[in-house]
Every structure is written in C-alpha cells, then in structure tokens.
C-alpha cells in the first residue's frame, strides 16, 4: 500500500512547485518580480503625467481664446 502512494510522488511534488512558481528560472523570476512591476509604475506614471499634460494646455487654450 505505502509502495503505491509513493508512485508518481516526484511527478506530483515537481508539479505542484512549478504550480506554485518555486521552480522558475532566476532570470524568469527576478523579470516577474522586479522588472514588471517597475514596468507597470513607469507606464502608470507616464500614463498620469500625457493626462496633466493635456488638461495643462486645454486649460491654457481656453484661457488664451476666452
């Protein structure tokens, strides 16, 4: 009985790392957790930063034609 429990355990416990991201490769990872997310925050920020650009100069238009 103990014999058939242990088959395919390597097979279960490999997937289940790999399901839980303990098995990715150093530079998979450190891309997943430090590059996007840097990634995300510049894209945001640019994203902001074009929004103020135009609500700046649709204000200065108005002010300048009215």
Same mark, same amino acid.
């Given at each position: +009985?103990?014999?058939?429990?242990?088959?395919? +355990? %390597? *097979? %279960?416990v490999?997937?289940?790392?790999?399901?839980?991201?303990?098995?990715?490769? &150093? !530079?998979? $990872? *450190?891309? $997943?957790?430090?590059? +996007? &997310?840097? !990634?995300?925050?510049? #894209?945001?920020?640019?994203?902001?930063? /074009? =929004?103020? =650009?135009?609500?700046?100069?649709? !204000?200065?238009? /108005? !002010?300048? #034609?009215?």
């Amino acid at each position: +009985m103990a014999k058939e429990e242990m088959t395919g +355990m %390597r *097979e %279960r416990v490999l997937t289940h790392m790999a399901d839980l991201s303990l098995m990715q490769k &150093p !530079l998979e $990872r *450190e891309v $997943r957790g430090e590059v +996007m &997310p840097w !990634l995300q925050g510049k #894209i945001t920020s640019y994203d902001c930063d /074009n =929004i103020s =650009i135009e609500d700046v100069s649709g !204000l200065m238009l /108005n !002010l300048g #034609i009215g």
